[in-house]
């Protein structure tokens, strides 16, 4: 009898099962998982890997004296890094103003006038419509006392612009209700005497007229040309409670292209070169016709370029090696949007601009590995191999869930990489890592809501979420109603929540729950979708993913409540059947790297 571990270090976590391999079979005692310490592939990970078998050997009763001889994987490729790139700016130009959104405008409804400040109402001579400018020395009782006289002498007011947070102070003292949109931060660029819309919607709705390009051309009696132009402005403007557009003469509004350089594409028999800014889906072309990949380059000086090399000098600096001798092997670029500050805006507006996010992953290095091995087994004193590369391993391990057999394919949903494998009837394997997974979802979460906040993002992506509609009550995302006996916490209340192991964690955005749902629903599809297809169609032995039959989904993105489906319909157009593996019909999708590290080791003794 011997005593073995298997170890799988990945990019988020570092899984072990240790066996005892008797003479006619393999007899699995335990596991353990920590999470990774370190970047995968350095020598930081040794602690980790020293936590998760301590803890797969305690749960056995097991010690490290025990052991005869400790497997880890031949690391699949390291991830370097995900980044975002934007590709488009709006720049607004004089003083248009464009989606401005305080937290408490004044009354409602729609105003169109001639803007007007406060101080100069009352040499006014000739009758029109009036937007009232109110800046910041003049105070709210000023203001709606001065405002109401104006009313009452006949004037037009159609609405305000106050510089102040004092909207609803001065809706409230005044009498008739007009749109009042508070907090223009720069009101001193708005001139007098140009035509202005205000709109407020009431309170828990969104501006309808100043959101649509055809009602912003239909009250400043704009042509196809120039309605053409203010097609940013209204799209800034969608999903906002209130909003103020200013023609001024010579104002115009751009959205601009940044150029953002070239990537240049190695491959094995085809370079290539793709600008970033043509977005995701030519990124992802290009590199489809350069397959096999030996490297792939940014532009020098450019911001693609920077983002590919900060990659490659990351890695270089973690490995004690030359940058030149980094290979980037894969990349996956998706579509987004972030949330950036309008150029010349007036009021901090904030504009959806077009992104490109890319993950990147670095050929893997056996050396790397077998350095930690080394390390390991001086610090343990028992012997430590690197066994095989890691999709190879997870298959064998994937091949554990009852039910299951060759031929068989895997997905194996990490955080960095997402890998697949394809073993066929008499037992040959084919493997394919890819770059983005589990860790490029948050990414996008993260900066398509705007949160700066990664743990945030991390727990929208893994929990469902809820609408806390009264303090007895909530509403899930799927539609049902929850009642509860005793009151909530107040701090949720009326807030969007992530439901999380029994507790309720409020969102601090002001986004509705549709829209987290779909950001956190399309960035799981823009991903694991995308790279499921991709991996499958390398590994399949035709290049036809059809000719594949069963797929077995592993890792810990596997555990998400809405990533298998969403693989799992994705695939079933291929005809493909899939479902998540259950490793050993204990582990669910988790451990088959380390499974297959322990079982590949029987193999290697057979064909001894
Ligand atoms: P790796 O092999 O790269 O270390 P894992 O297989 O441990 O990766 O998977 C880690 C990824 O799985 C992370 O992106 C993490 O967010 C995700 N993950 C872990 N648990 C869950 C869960 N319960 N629901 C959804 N995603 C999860
Ligand atoms: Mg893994």
């Known amino acids: 009898m011997k005593l073995i571990a298997g170890i799988d270090i990945g990019n988020a976590t570092t899984e072990t099962a240790v066996a005892k391999i008797h003479d006619e079979r393999i007899e699995f005692i335990s596991s353990g998982i920590v999470e990774t310490t370190g970047i995968k592939g350095t020598i930081e990970n040794i602690h980790g ?22 497997r880890i994987n031949e690391a699949a490729p390291v991830i370097g890094d995900v980044a975002m790139e934007t590709i488009t700016e709006t720049i607004i130009t004089e003083s248009t103003m464009i989606g401005h959104n305080p937290s408490t405008p004044g009354g409602v409804g729609l105003g169109v006038g001639y803007t007007i400040n406060i101080k100069n109402i009352k040499k006014l001579k000739e009758k029109k419509p009036l937007i009232v400018i109110i800046p910041k020395d003049v105070d709210f009782l000023e203001a709606s006392s001065n405002i109401d006289k104006a009313i009452r002498s006949g004037l037009d007011i159609q609405g305000a612009i106050v510089q102040n947070d004092d909207g609803v102070l001065i809706n409230n003292r005044i009498s008739r209700v007009i749109p009042i949109v508070d907090e223009v931060s720069l009101i001193e660029k708005v001139h007098e005497g140009v035509k202005t819309a205000i ?3 009431p309170v828990g709705g969104v ?40 023609k001024t003469p010579k104002g115009d509004v751009k959205e601009r292209k940044i150029p953002s350089g070239k990537i240049n594409v190695l491959g094995k028999r085809r370079k290539m070169n793709i600008e970033v800014d043509e977005g995701a889906s030519e990124i992802m072309n290009v590199l489809k016709e350069c397959i096999p990949i030996e490297d792939i380059k940014g532009e020098p000086g450019t911001n693609a370029g ?3 090399e900060k990659v490659r000098q990351v890695m270089a600096n973690l490995t004690n090696n030359h940058p030149n001798s980094i290979k980037i092997q894969d990349l996956l670029a998706v579509d987004t949007f972030v949330p950036q500050k309008v150029k010349g805006g007036l009021a901090g507006e904030f504009s959806m601009e077009n992104a490109v996010g890319i993950a990147a992953m670095v050929k893997s290095d056996k050396l790397q590995m077998q350095m930690i091995a080394n390390e390991l087994e001086k610090d343990i004193g028992v012997e430590v191999e690197v066994g095989g590369i890691e999709a ?24 960095g990489s997402t890998d697949a494998s394809l073993i066929s009837r008499d037992g040959e394997i084919k493997s394919m890592h890819l770059a983005g997974a589990g860790n490029m979802v948050t990414m996008l979460i993260n900066t398509e809501l705007g949160l700066e906040d990664k743990d945030l993002a991390e727990d929208i992506k893994k929990y469902s ?29 009326a807030r969007v929540v992530i439901l999380k192991e ?26 694991f979708v995308t790279n499921a297809i991709r991996a499958l169609k390398m590994v399949s032995t035709t290049g036809n993913i059809r000719d594949i039959d069963y797929v077995a989904l592993l890792g810990g993105s596997a555990l998400d409540f809405e990533i298998p489906q969403l693989v799992t319909n994705s695939l079933a157009q291929y005809g493909i059947v899939s479902g998540r593996a259950n490793i050993r019909g204990i582990e669910g999708p988790r451990n088959a790297v380390a499974t297959g590290l322990v079982l590949s080791y029987e193999e290697g003794k057979e064909n001894e």
């Open 199 to 201: 709109e407020v919607a």
């Open 306 to 308: 920077g983002m590919l």
């Open 502 to 527: 029994g507790n309720m964690i409020p969102i601090p955005i002001n986004e509705s729950l549709e829209k987290i749902k779909m950001v956190r629903k399309t960035s799981k599809e823009r991903v």
């Open 49 to 70: 890997i020293f936590s998760s078998l301590n803890q797969a050997l305690k749960k056995g009763k097991l010690d490290i004296k025990d052991l005869d001889l400790v």
């Open 392 to 415: 190879d391993m997870a298959i064998r391990g994937a091949l554990t869930t009852p039910g299951s057999d060759t031929p068989l394919a895997i997905l194996d949903m990490g955080a």
């Open 465 to 493: 979420l809820a609408k806390v509609e009264s303090l007895f009550h909530i509403r899930h995302e799927d539609g049902s109603v929850e009642f509860f006996e005793n009151q909530l916490d107040p701090k949720v209340f």
């Open 207 to 246: 501006v309808e007229i100043l959101s649509n390009p055809f009602g912003i051309a239909t009250e400043f009696s704009l042509d196809s040309q120039e309605t053409k132009m203010i097609v940013p402005i209204a799209r800034a403007l969608i999903g906002n409670r209130s909003a103020v557009v200013i």
